[in-house]
């Protein structure tokens, strides 16, 4: 593949990043509570009618570790994620919350209970807001209550409610069925409604969502080219993907595509309601297997989060030493590794029941995809 040119892939050789996990991270996930009062067609949640909370103990036990590496971090960000985290109700939150020291709070929320009180909370806790909203109410349609009712005119008060009250907010869309015709429509949705950024997940085969996300090379790829010809003709928010895919095309152009990837994995800590930690990939939290067990490398009610993730990078085992062995497979064999890293543990395990694979339909769909598009959009513009 080429760029006016310029080889936009490159060797196994010239990659020089992400080569095992680092010993801290520069975020945490936290899950408030299982529960969320959504039942959207295409969630991975195994646990979502349940309400299992997460204990004060377990958020001071957090705490006691991300205080300092916060002291040591330019911003270090405390991420509550459910279930939907606003389940957990505003009083427990603010338990929660109460231990942790010079971090940023974000919240990612389905946005249906928000109201003025929550806003309040948001702007009383400096809270960054992430919600999920995936375009005009036909593209939202699979964001639906446990009875089966559409959540978009609930989603919608919410956003309403964030705006009166001045609360910035970035939304997160699903695409189920990428292709052309969406994403001019999708894009002029999300800038109208005066989100600061719009990130796009194609829909991932994962966790209990079963249903295939095998799509056709030229349908993504005329989908993301799209999303970046809309942005490019009224740039109003920033999109995720593309900005990421342009950070990369210039690196590239600039004869530094090997400078931007880290050079380590994030650990990404994931704490789950009862104080297990999984790392990686928050979205194998609360899964086993027979093969791997339950994914966790320990619980912050034994041993201090620190000393979990430390020892982990030092020497990892079991399914995290087989991830890292794909990664190094993709780094051998995979020209757009530059760009991608690697990808996510939990994309191979849910797509082919193991770590070690290379190529998932994920990583084509919103990785190798993506890249061609923004680049066929360069081209043709
Ligand atoms: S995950 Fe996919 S796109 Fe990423 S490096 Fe591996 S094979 Fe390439």
Known sequence: MSFDGTAIGGTAQQWTGMRGIGSVPSYVIMQPTTLCNLDCSYCYLPHRAHDRRMPVSVAE?????????????PRFSVVWHGGEPLSAGREHLAALMAPFRGVEHHIQTNATLIDDEWCEFFAGHDIHIGLSIDGPEWMTKRRVDRGGRPAYEKIRKGIEALRRHGIPFAVLSVVSDPGPGLAAELYSFVADLGATVLGVNVEEQEGVNLR??????DAVRAFWAELTAAWRRDPR????EVEWALRYAGAVLAGAADTLLPRRHDPIPTISHDGHVVLLSPELAGFSSPQYGD??????????????????????????AEYLRGVEACRASCEFFGFCGGAHAANRFFEHGRFDGTQTRHCRNSKIFLLEGVLDHARAA
């Open 295 to 320: 994914f966790t490398s320990g619980s912050v009610r034994d041993r201090p989060l620190r000393e979990i993730v430390a020892s982990t990078a030092a020497a990892p085992t079991g399914w995290i």
């Open 237 to 240: 928010l920033e999109v995720r």
């Open 212 to 217: 295939p996300n095998g799509h056709e090379a």
């Open 61 to 73: 036990a957090v705490a006691e570790t991300v205080n300092d590496w916060a002291t040591d971090a």
